[in-house]
């Protein structure tokens, strides 16, 4: 339980795209809340997007209309696509699984946005 491996980071220009994935271990993960974090050098990590065992998401205005977190439960994944993306997206991208008040982390996926 609780290993989350990610894929899909890279570099991309201003105004591009990417897709983020994450796939958990384990048997709890159509239970969890889902989401993904990211942390830029010398900030603290913030939250990207969450989305609920119910498929309710959640992003802050920094992020809403450009993100969208969908999940799919028959494969333990779940997925960020980022578009028209900003210099400012530049970080380091988590995967957070969250259930029974326990938090399991990714090992983080850089993204890199260059102008």
């Known amino acids: 339980q609780g290993q989350l491996v990610e894929f899909g980071g890279g570099l991309v220009q201003a105004g591009g795209s990417l897709r983020l994935s994450c796939t958990a271990s384990?048997?709890?993960?159509?239970?969890?809340?889902m989401g993904w974090y990211r942390q830029a050098p010398g900030k603290q990590r913030e939250l990207v997007a969450s989305?609920?065992?119910?498929?309710?998401?959640n992003y802050p205005d920094s992020v809403k209309g450009r993100f969208t977190i969908w999940r799919d439960n028959a494969k333990n994944t779940v997925y960020l696509d980022m578009n028209n993306l900003k210099r400012d997206d530049t970080a380091v991208y988590y995967c957070?699984?969250?259930?029974?008040?326990?938090?399991?982390w990714g090992q983080g996926t850089q993204v890199t946005v260059s102008s």
């Open positions: 989305i609920s065992s119910g498929g309710r998401s």
């Open positions: 957070n699984q969250r259930i029974f008040n326990t938090n399991y």
């Open positions: 384990g048997n709890i993960f159509s239970a969890s809340t």
